[in-house]
């Protein structure tokens, strides 16, 4: 399990456990905020194909689908 502080996601490296599509590595390109400033959900691009998705942040704890850094 990744321990986390979700404040400091915007613009870190993650790679795919299990890659789909030749999709290996991730980045976070945008974080997104409740009212108080609390962080929800990210938005995750891929970097080779460039697509996004949106995903609660703490998805990236789930040491079965994500590593930190480029690996």
Do not use: C, Y
């Amino acid at each position: 399990m990744n321990r986390l502080n979700p404040r400091k996601l915007l613009l870190s490296k993650w790679t795919a456990a299990h890659p789909l599509h030749r999709e290996k590595h991730f980045l976070v390109t945008e974080l997104f905020r409740d009212e108080e400033g609390t962080v929800l959900e990210i938005e995750l691009q891929a970097v080779l194909t460039k697509r996004s998705e949106r995903l609660a942040w703490q998805a990236l704890q789930d040491g079965e689908r994500w590593l930190m850094g480029w690996k």
